[in-house]
């Protein structure tokens, strides 16, 4: 089975604080999404990959960063957090460049503070 | 207009009965992802369907790719069915669309 891990299921942060979520996953997926989930808003792409060292912005990147510096690490970054980037954090991973399924982690809740 | 649109956005059912949910979508995709989140978070994947109708136990999904809609149905409804369902279909850069899910309730 795919496994898919975050680092933590819940986390409270101070505004201005500097965040790291990590997300690892163990079946040597290419592609790895980090997306937030928000009440009435869904699923929003944050940030994705297709490779080691390869980021592309997805549709909310703003205040935020990632970093894939091995293939089953992708780890995104809240360079300063505030109060609006409180929401659930989704890591998912999937294999190869077509259209295949994702498989996600646990989520983060993280609460800023 | 959401590029995915899903119906109804809560639903409250009686243990045993049918239920559907529906995704209509207006970007084109060659496929389609039916998702599942319980009350805790964990997603878990259910259906990935690009033409026709699959079946995995009590649930059964179809896509119409002409129409651009797509189905999931549970039969026999059960309370461990209580959740949020979420479809989903690929943008061109190979991301998922998401809908805003439909949450599920399924009363004994």
């Known amino acids: 089975d795919v496994k898919v891990t975050q680092s933590s299921r819940y986390l409270v942060k101070r505004t201005g604080e500097k965040v790291f979520l990590e997300c690892v996953q163990d079946m040597d997926h290419e592609n790895m999404f980090w997306y937030r989930q928000d009440p009435g808003l869904g699923l929003r792409l944050i940030y994705f990959s297709y490779d080691v060292k390869m980021k592309e912005k997805g549709d909310i990147p703003e205040g935020y960063s990632v970093s894939r510096e091995k293939k089953e690490r992708f780890s995104l970054i809240l360079e300063s957090a505030s109060t609006n980037q409180t929401s659930m954090y989704l890591c998912?991973?999937?294999?190869?460049?077509?259209?295949?399924?994702?498989?996600f982690g646990p989520g983060t809740r993280l609460t800023v503070l | 207009k959401n590029e995915v649109e899903q119906s109804p956005q809560n639903l409250t059912a009686q243990e045993g009965e049918f239920i559907t949910i529906n995704c209509s979508y207006s970007?084109?995709?060659?496929?389609l992802h039916w998702l599942q989140q319980h009350p805790g978070g964990g997603i878990v994947s259910l259906f990935m369907?690009?033409?026709g109708k699959k079946k995995h136990g009590r649930l059964i999904a179809t896509i119409n790719i002409q129409e651009k809609h797509s189905s999931l149905h549970i039969t026999a409804s059960h309370p461990r069915d209580s959740a949020v369902y979420i479809c989903a279909v690929w943008g061109s850069q190979g991301n998922l669309i998401f809908g805003k899910g439909t949450k599920l309730s399924v009363k004994p």
């Open positions: 369907l690009s033409s």
């Open positions: 970007v084109g995709i060659s496929a």
């Open positions: 998912a991973s999937s294999f190869g460049r077509s259209y295949n399924e994702q498989f």
